[in-house]
């Protein structure tokens, strides 16, 4: 590796900050600190201003993106400038160009209020075709928010190979070739079909009564913990599946049904899901229900 800091300007568009927060609850900053040169953050104080680093002509290594995109001068500007001309200039000196969260990569949220101008960098959802229509440079990192470290790990990896494997939608396999319901520890419920009949229960499986998108959702969030200690599903709560193109959904904490039957996880065909579900379903696991009933007396 490199013993020269890889430089990086965050550039936010659309957004909530929240990348920025989780961001900044990475666990080991110092190690981060003394390897990256965070040239311009919004959040942080800095010895550049973002008029100097706008009007300068240096490249840098990392160009981080948060916020969805827009072309539309009436939707975003950046301290009196047209969004688009700041971003533009910007990516044009960039080495890589990272996308950190659901909104930089598919248009999120915001997406949702204008589909004809508001995107993510190359998708509008999962269409091909975002802010800018093709881009080599450009890997999606989403989440809602990005998890710390798939992003720093990202970089770290980029410092010192200077590529990533990415799947179709840009995303770094490393991270997302996993699905988030690896890892839950409810999985034996999901298996044997032992529903949790309530958010915050530690007992029981979300994906049949309150629309866990777990077994659909590319995210290592069971095996990476968040803050070192959980996850949605760890603290009762169903995936969100808010790494995926087609987040948010309309229906959250809902279970998705065609003809009363669950959405088919993803790899497996409908008729094999069903047929085992169906076997699963008719046996009564007495140990994993008490276990259910032990946890709603305390």
Known sequence: MSKAKS????????????????????????????????????LLLGDTSFDAILQSDTPFDFLILEG????????IRKFGYPFHKVLDE????????????????????FRLKDEAKITGALF????????????SNVINIPGCPVHPAW????????????????D???????????????????????E?????????EKEGCLFYEYGCQGPMTHANCNKILWNGVGSKTRAGSPCLGC?????????LYETQTNMSLPQTPFGISKRAYYSLAGIAKSFKIERLERKLIDEKDN
Request: charged share 25%.
């Open 243 to 251: 790494t995926e193109f087609d987040f948010p959904k309309m229906k």
């Open 7 to 42: 430089s990086i300007v965050w550039l936010q568009g659309l957004t909530c900050n929240g990348n920025s927060h989780s961001f900044l609850n990475y666990s080991h900053m110092e190690s981060f600190a003394s390897s990256f040169d965070m040239l311009y953050h919004p």
């Open 192 to 200: 044997w079909k032992v529903d949790s009949k309530q958010l915050g």
């Open 151 to 166: 992003l720093i790990d990202t970089l770290f990896l980029l410092k010192r190979e200077a590529k990533v494997s990415l």
């Open 68 to 75: 969805a995109l827009s072309r539309d001068e009436d939707i």
């Open 90 to 109: 910007l990516a044009s000196r960039a080495r890589y160009i990272i996308c950190a969260g659901s909104c930089a990569s598919f248009g999120g949220i």
């Open 124 to 135: 509008s959802g999962k269409s091909r075709g975002g802010y800018w229509s093709e881009k």
């Open 168 to 190: 179709e939608f840009l995303r770094p396999k490393e991270i997302f070739s996993y699905l988030t319901h690896h890892g839950c520890l409810r999985n034996e419920y999901f």
